[in-house]
């Protein structure tokens, strides 16, 4: 196992009240109460997970609390889409009692509250052995699947060769597609031999794995996201897109550890989010008219969005905003404009920055003063649900510019490759930040934690 483990609490979950959910009201002007609540998790976080009222108007939304059983604090609360069946909750505190709520939304009021309690068990011993612990995996310019472990010790081992568009799961597996994109090879964490795990398929050159082991890709005839479960061996549709991208249609997907498709396409006058687990929608552009050009799309697992917009004009900036769960409209998240990194995991998003920056016209070879700016990244800024923070970094100086989409474990450790300038190579951003560390010189692209 290449994932850290973590230790499931054997304590049931209780409801509080002693009764069985019953409906809201006694008219269906509300919904119901949420059935079949459950929570379960380690010493650090826990998830919720729970089924549709069984009476009731419809539901518009979900209203999700955790709290400290007898705090007199305020809960943490997220308000999620229509669609969700379950919420995340990081950050908890070892051999602690919490009470997560979930009470169901709709049009005319909020139907009965559900609650349930969950004991964080005592925080697992760290295992020794450096199976046990998330690598990083990433393509070398031979295009060959490397993993490095994520301590930034050790020297990379290739685990696959020819893996163009490979993906891992949270065991460590890697599974690459066939040369003929009709099957999908797995690379199994504990060097066992390869094998094929599904065939007759229309892949394309970009699989994607959640922590479970299920993959997706999208159909290149349908142009829906597939799905293959974990261990089976005949895939289905997990988001119908409506067909292929034609026109201005550009499409970028993600797939998060919980195993949440987003997908960001559109173009720049009507871009769009759908997904599962996150509302689909319209959504605004930066600027008065909506100006700018979807580049990249990462999320995290609590309904986030993180998107990328690339400036019109020769201007060359990117920059990263937020969609939170329900919105229409794009939060900034950057406070200024520079060469830049940015990285999900399931609790949020991490970026890299400059400390300044300047146009692209002033790097070209006629430009009389040229680029003579600061590219040394000085902090790293941290976005999420649970709000925003930055940290100090040093040791590491920005290439070019452009989107560049790095990969991040889950203790928050940022892995990024800068392609030019005095810190060229594959890098590790320690998650409290400080000196960056050197994994690699050489190149290597798509990057991701398994």
């Known amino acids: 196992m290449y994932r850290a483990l973590l230790t499931?609490?054997?304590?049931a979950a209780l409801v509080i009240g002693g009764a069985a959910p019953a409906t809201a009201a006694p008219s269906s002007?509300?919904?119901?109460?949420?059935?079949?609540?459950?929570?379960?998790?380690?010493s650090d976080s826990a998830t919720v997970r729970w089924a549709s009222p069984r009476s009731g108007a419809k539901v518009t939304g979900w209203k999700v609390a955790v709290k400290r059983t007898w705090h007199n604090g305020r809960p943490h609360v997220d308000q999620l889409p229509a669609n969700a069946r379950s919420d995340r909750f990081s950050?908890?505190?070892?051999?602690?009692?919490?009470?997560?709520?979930?009470?169901?939304l709709g049009k005319k009021g909020s139907g009965k509250a559900v609650t349930v309690r969950y004991t964080a068990p005592s925080a697992p011993v760290t295992p020794t052995d450096p199976g046990d612990t998330q690598s990083l995996f990433a393509l070398d310019a031979a295009g060959d699947v490397v993993r490095f472990p994520t301590s930034g010790t050790d020297?990379?081992?290739?685990?696959?060769?020819?893996?163009?568009?490979?993906?891992?799961?949270?065991?460590?597996?890697?599974?690459t597609p066939s040369a003929d994109l009709t099957a999908i090879r797995v690379h199994p964490a504990d060097g066992g031999a390869v094998r094929t795990v599904a065939t007759g398929l229309h892949l394309t050159e970009d699989l994607r794995a959640d922590d479970a082991g299920n993959l997706y890709w999208v159909?290149?005839?349908?142009?829906?996201?597939?799905?293959?479960?974990?261990?089976?061996?005949?895939?289905?549709?997990?988001?119908?897109?409506?067909?292929?991208?034609?026109?201005?249609?550009?499409?970028?997907?993600?797939?998060?550890?919980?195993?949440r498709v987003v997908v960001l396409g559109g173009s720049s006058s009507s871009p769009y989010v759908k997904g599962t687990g996150v509302a689909a929608r319209t959504i605004t552009l930066p600027g008065s008219s909506g100006v700018g050009y979807p580049a990249a799309v990462l999320a995290d697992s609590h309904g986030n969005v993180?998107?990328?917009?690339?400036?019109?004009?020769?201007a060359g900036s990117w920059a990263w905003y937020q969609l939170k769960p329900g919105a229409t409209a794009l939060t900034s998240i950057e406070p200024r404009l520079a060469f830049e990194y940015g990285a999900a995991n399931a609790d949020g998003f991490s970026l890299l920055q400059s400390a300044e920056w300047c146009t692209a016209p002033a790097e070209y070879p006629t430009s009389p003063t040229g680029c003579k700016v600061d590219r040394s990244i000085p902090d790293k800024r941290v976005v999420g649900s649970n709000g925003t923070s930055t940290r100090p970094v040093s040791g590491l100086t920005a290439g070019s510019r452009g989107p560049n989409t790095g990969a991040a474990d889950a203790d928050g450790d940022v892995f990024v490759n800068v392609d030019s300038g005095p810190t060229t190579g594959l890098w590790r951003v320690?998650?409290?930040?400080?000196a960056a560390k050197q994994l690699s010189a050489a190149q290597y692209s798509r990057l991701l934690v398994g």
């Open 155 to 175: 020297a990379p081992v290739t685990v696959a060769t020819d893996g163009a568009g490979f993906a891992a799961d949270g065991d460590g597996d890697v599974y």
């Open 29 to 42: 002007s509300v919904p119901g109460a949420p059935t079949s609540v459950k929570v379960s998790g380690a």
């Open 306 to 314: 993180y998107v990328d917009i690339r400036s019109p004009g020769g």
């Open 91 to 104: 950050h908890l505190t070892a051999d602690t009692t919490y009470s997560f709520t979930v009470r169901a």
């Open 8 to 11: 499931v609490a054997a304590a």
């Open 219 to 259: 159909d290149s005839v349908t142009g829906a996201v597939q799905e293959l479960p974990s261990g089976a061996h005949t895939a289905k549709v997990a988001l119908d897109l409506g067909g292929r991208p034609t026109g201005g249609d550009q499409r970028f997907w993600i797939v998060t550890p919980d195993g």
């Open 430 to 434: 320690p998650a409290a930040g400080g």
